[in-house]
């Protein structure tokens, strides 16, 4: 792991949506994938608008002294042509509140990262643990009953958009999305329609998702699916000795199982130790290959492999939740009096 975590990381590094960088993390990615011997390896694009890149950026204070300062543009900002001088904003923070007030059988994770550093725990851990899990598969020569698929998303970071095309593309259409502006719709799909299944609705079983970071994994969220919840423990137990054996009834969101808990599908996100993810990581320029747990990650690769394959092979799966139907506009308060 630590080598194909070193090749994604340090030799390719950040993997914005669109970006040059992503485009050599793709073919790198695919041809891992067709090197562990996994069958059907492509690429599926959709709309997105223009790339981005940062070549270099120096950003200092030049009075009242002078201070090198560490910043990053924001992405898709244009060049400055030059050096440009502007006033310094400071922020008096002293308490939380003064924080606030500055804030701005599927297997997966999102393969795209912010621009500032590597993009290591987020979300090249949970990318190495997909590869990894797969060849643990693969090596371990199984065959299971049902097709186990392994996915790398790109356009989390603007809005889950490809697991979004993929939910388009393969599972289900809503009245209305094609006339939706690309910029659009991540906000306003959920809200159309009526939904329209397609063939692979059925197929789709359960789909595993990691997004938190370098941590062990430690259980997993039911997203509130209480019949989920005997199989899911069933298919975890093995790995009770490991330390990840628990099932959360409540909803976790903000990561590419989301659109399919949108449309009724079983789509959930492991539970892992938080780590230094949100505290320090997340976002900034110091998500590097230095901050993987890669003993960490080790375990998540296995207990990843082995739920993916329990699930494959139980003759049992997990009943997707009813297709979501429009809500309907009623009044709480409206009361149909009697007549006198």
Not at 82 to 91: F, L, Q, R, S
Request: proline share 6%.
């Amino acid at each position: 792991m630590q080598q194909c975590a070193h090749e994604l990381l340090d030799q390719i590094g950040q993997r914005l949506t669109n970006s040059p960088n992503m485009r050599r993390a793709e073919a790198w990615a695919t041809a891992e994938m067709q090197a562990l011997g996994l069958d059907n390896v492509h690429k599926q694009g959709f709309e997105f608008g223009r790339g981005w890149e940062m070549m270099s950026s120096d950003v200092r204070m030049v009075a009242p002294r002078a201070l090198e300062l560490s910043a990053i543009p924001v992405a898709w900002t244009p060049g400055t042509n030059g050096t440009i001088e502007a006033e310094i904003i400071v922020a008096p923070i002293s308490e939380v509140a003064h924080f606030e007030a500055y804030r701005g059988r599927l297997a997966g994770a999102h393969f795209d990262s912010w621009a500032a550093g590597d993009g290591a725990v987020d979300n090249g851990a949970g990318s190495i643990t997909v590869l990894e899990a797969a060849r643990i598969l693969k090596q371990m020569g199984v065959r299971p009953r049902r097709t186990i698929r392994f996915a790398l998303w790109s356009g989390e970071e603007q809005g889950l958009l490809g697991s979004l095309a993929y939910v388009r593309q393969h599972l289900v259409s809503r009245a209305g999305e094609d006339a939706v502006p690309a910029d659009s719709l991540a906000d306003e799909w959920r809200n159309l329609y009526p939904i329209t299944p397609k063939p692979g609705y059925s197929q789709l079983k359960a789909y595993f998702n990691m997004d938190n970071g370098s941590g062990k994994f430690r259980g997993i969220h039911a997203e509130g699916n209480v019949a989920a919840e005997p199989l899911l423990r069933k298919w975890m137990a093995p790995f009770t000795d490991m330390g990840a054996s628990t099932v959360v009834a409540g909803k976790t969101g903000g990561t590419d199982h989301v659109y399919l808990q949108a449309i009724g599908l079983p789509g959930y996100q492991f539970i892992q130790d938080p780590l230094d993810y949100f505290a320090r990581l997340h976002h900034t320029n110091i998500d590097t290959f230095d901050h993987l747990r890669t003993d960490d990650l080790r375990q998540a690769s296995v207990v990843m492999a082995g739920t993916l394959l329990a699930a494959a092979n139980d003759k049992d799966t997990i009943a997707p939740m009813p297709l979501p139907q429009k809500p309907l506009d009623t009044d709480p308060f409206e009361y149909d009096y009697p007549e006198d």
